[in-house]
Each structure stands twice: as structure tokens, then as C-alpha cells.
């Protein structure tokens, strides 16, 4: 099936927020929408869908105007993802359910057929056997598991997603676009509205950069993403670097302070915004700061950019290289004191936690245990040993449930 949007133009009271918006979707393409926020990217998705009706302009679905369409039909073609989820006390399946709307009539019992279906979509997105478990018990990626199951039961040709992977870590980041692409590649289009450009660059065939309500460029990453239109959308300085034949988007890096004689080095293992504002904290005392190990363009990676810390980067959306672990490790042993911070631990950051057992070892690791780790432990097992094993050699006095304390101890024992 084939989306077209022609000339559309979209006001809200009397503000123009989309304006001679054009462009196609094929079959079995998967396309992102990438604007800063206020851009018309959730509008644009909403209008597609029939939330909004256009000003002017129109929108096809293999050649027929949706504005001749019912909710219903349209339902049965295009399956919409909104930003905005609500934690309702329902189980998965009744959820997921929700997807068979426009299939079933009234309130009459659920077939046969639809649960098989809705069951069917979990296990296509990892979640089988979670049909009877709450969905506001579940974690923020298995209920934006559930909630992509959903549109998957609608069955449609054509998927609007607008920011499936806000508020997800890397991991899941990544796990829920492979799911989409595998969904794309049997012959269903999508377009999605996203934040992150690294992303669309490795999952998409087509990118449309919105700015101000129009499509400023349009097409394949290689030839869309560049310095200067990130520089005019985004407002953004960065380096369009690639790697092992991807293309990556990198903040231009501000070379880190120098250490100065007497200035205590603090070495922080973080990541996914775990560390942002203690990274923040360290360097208004004065100390010499370095960070890692991170992947490039995480919120961790821009805060010790900004803060001018020395930073051990691994690319972006990639696990933690044996290269790069041994360089976390030399930096642990340079440094007077090591932080770990409350962060996620998965797969693909484990060796963060194998690098805080060294610190430990040699009496350097101060640990933030603000959450309970089995919360935040995605790597199972092993990372749960390794985390216990911290825990042993650390005394109470150098576990802190508050950066604020912990700094206070640290101010005393380094003599900032």
C-alpha cells in the first residue's frame, strides 16, 4: 500500500504548524521523521491518521482520499502509535486487544481468532507468555513492547509511530527498531517520528528533516544527514563521521581541561543519564573529572563533554569492545577515586560492572545505589554476582543513596 500526502497545510486556531507538506511513502519502506520538538512531527502523524483534519492539501491510501474514509476503514489500514501512553491497571492481552477494535462489532465475546492474532504479535515483539501480567507493572520497554503489539494486531499495510523509543535505554532502543524493521521487511511501510538521528540513520531507508512545519530534505541517510543540514534544522555544530561502514552523527567535541598539579582525578562510571548531574556537581568543586565507559551521543557523554571531563566513548548503539574496557581500566587505575553511578546495567554495558569490581578491589569505588539493582539489572545473572561481590568489599560508609552525601565524603577525603 502506497501513502501519499499532498499539499497538506494543518492550522491550530489561527497558527499555521504544518505547511505544503508532500511526500510518498512506498511499500516495504520504513521512514523517519526527524525535526526538533515543535517541528509538526506528531502532527503530521496525527493528521495522516485523521485526528486532524487538514486546511488544505489531501492524503491517499493507495489512490483513495482518506477523507472519503470512515475511522474504521482507516483503521484497518493504517495502525497509529501516539506518543502519549497511559499506565491503565488492564492485562497485556486486553491491550494488545485493543488492536482488534476496528475488526469486531460492538461488545460481543472476543474469538478465538483475535486472541490467537493478539498472541501472535507478542511473541512477533518478545513478550509471549506475558498475556495475564499488568501492564503498569511492566518495565518502560516491555510496555512499549505492548504497546507496538497492539498496532501489530490491526494488521494494517501502513504504521505511524511517533517516538517509539522515547524514555528506553539503548538496548531497548535498539531491540524495538530491529523488531519494526523485520515487521518492514515482509512488506508493510512505516514512518516514525524520532529524536535520535543515530538511530534513523542505522534503521531507515528515507529520512525527512522537518523544520517549521515543512519538509526542508528529503531522502537516503547518506545523502540527507550532513553538517550543514543538521546545522539548519537542529541548529547543531557536528561531525558526520562513518564506521565499520555506518553513518554517525557526533557533536563537535570540546577538548577536555587540563589536569592541574594537586587537582584530585575522579573517574565516573555511568551511563543513560545516570550521571549528567553528578558529572555537573564534580566539576563546580573544582575536581578533574573523567567518564566512562560511554557510547558516544549518550546524555552521559554530552554532560562530561560540556563539563570538559576526559571521556572513554564506545560508538554509538554498540556494546563495550575489549579495547574500550581496557581503556576504562587505565583510566581507574590513574584516578584518586571512582564513582559508580545507579545506572542500567545490560548486555552490552556489563563490562562497566566488571571494571567497578576492580575499583573495589583496590579500595577506590564509591557506589550510588539510589534504586534497588534488580530493577535496574538487565544482563541477568552474572551481573547480579558481580554486583553482590561490590557490595562485600564496600563499607556502608561508602554507599550512598544521594549524590549530595557522597559528595560531602568525598569533599572531606580528597580535601577538595
Keep these: ?32 521523521l526527524l525535526g526538533p520538538n515543535g517541528s509538526g512531527k506528531s502532527t503530521l502523524l496525527k493528521t495522516i491518521f485523521g ?23 482507516i483503521a484497518t ?23 482488534r477494535t476496528p475488526y469486531m462489532d460492538g461488545f460481543r465475546k472476543i474469538s478465538g481468532e483475535n486472541l490467537e492474532i493478539a498472541r501472535k504479535a507478542l511473541k512477533m515483539v518478545g513478550l509471549e507468555g506475558f498475556e495475564q501480567r499488568k501492564f503498569s507493572e511492566l518495565s518502560g520497554g516491555e510496555k512499549q513492547k505492548v504497546l507496538l503489539a497492539r498496532v501489530f494486531t490491526q494488521e494494517t499495510e501502513v504504521l505511524l509511530l511517533d517516538e517509539p523509543t522515547s524514555h528506553l535505554d539503548i538496548s531497548s532502543q535498539i531491540e524495538i527498531l530491529s523488531i519494526l524493521k523485520k515487521k518492514v521487511e515482509k512488506g508493510i511501510s512505516a514512518l516514525i517520528a524520532i529524536h535520535d538521528i543515530n538511530l534513523a540513520v542505522s534503521f531507515c531507508d528515507r529520512i525527512l528533516l522537518v523544520k517549521n512545519g515543512k519538509i526542508a530534505y528529503a531522502g537516503e541517510p547518506e545523502a540527507v544527514i550532513t553538517p550543514y543540514t543538521i546545522r539548519d534544522v537542529f541548529n547543531a555544530e557536528v561531525e558526520v563521521r562513518k564506521h565499520g561502514g555506518k553513518l554517525y552523527i557526533i557533536p563537535k567535541v570540546i577538548k577536555p ?22 558529572i555537573y556537581l564534580l566539576s563546580s568543586q573544582g575536581y578533574y573529572i573523567s567518564v566512562g565507559a560511554v557510547n558516544t551521543l549518550d546524555s ?46 545490560g548486555v552490552g554495558n556489563l563490562p562497566n560492572l566488571e571494571a567497578a569490581l576492580i575499583a573495589a578491589k583496590e579500595g577506590k569505588l564509591f557506589l550510588i545505589n539510589s534504586t534497588d539493582f534488580n530493577e535496574r539489572n538487565f544482563a541477568g545473572k552474572k551481573a547480579e554476582e558481580i554486583y553482590e561481590k561490590i557490595m562485600k568489599l564496600l563499607p556502608e560508609t561508602r554507599i550512598f543513596r544521594k549524590k549530595k552525601d557522597l559528595l560531602e565524603v568525598l569533599n572531606e577525603i580528597l580535601g577538595s
Design 77 to 99: 489500514l493504517v495502525g497509529y502509535l501516539p506518543q502519549e501512553g497511559s499506565d491503565v491497571g488492564l492485562r497485556v492481552i486486553d491491550i494488545v486487544l485493543l488492536g
Design 51 to 73: 485526528v486532524i483534519r487538514p486546511f488544505t492539501g489531501a492524503i491517499y491510501l493507495d489512490g483513495k482520499q482518506t477523507a472519503e474514509m470512515n475511522t474504521r476503514e
Design 1 to 32: 500500500m502506497i501513502l501519499e500526502v499532498q499539499d497538506v497545510r494543518v492550522k491550530l486556531g489561527s497558527t499555521e504548524i504544518l505547511k505544503d507538506i508532500t511526500f510518498k511513502l512506498e511499500e516495504g519502506e520504513l521512514v523517519a
Design 257 to 278: 581541561v587540563k589536569r592541574e598539579k594537586g587537582i584530585s582525578h575522579i573517574h565516573v562510571i555511568c551511563g543513560g543519564g545516570s550521571g549528567s548531574n553528578l
Design 300 to 345: 552521559d557523554w554530552n554532560a562530561a563533554i560540556e563539563a570538559g571531563a576526559e571521556v572513554i566513548a564506545e560508538v554509538p548503539f554498540s556494546a563495550i569492545s575489549k579495547e574500550i574496557h581496557e581503556a576504562n581500566l587505565k583510566m581507574i587505575q590513574r584516578s584518586d577515586a571512582v564513582i559508580l553511578t545507579n545506572l542500567t546495567i
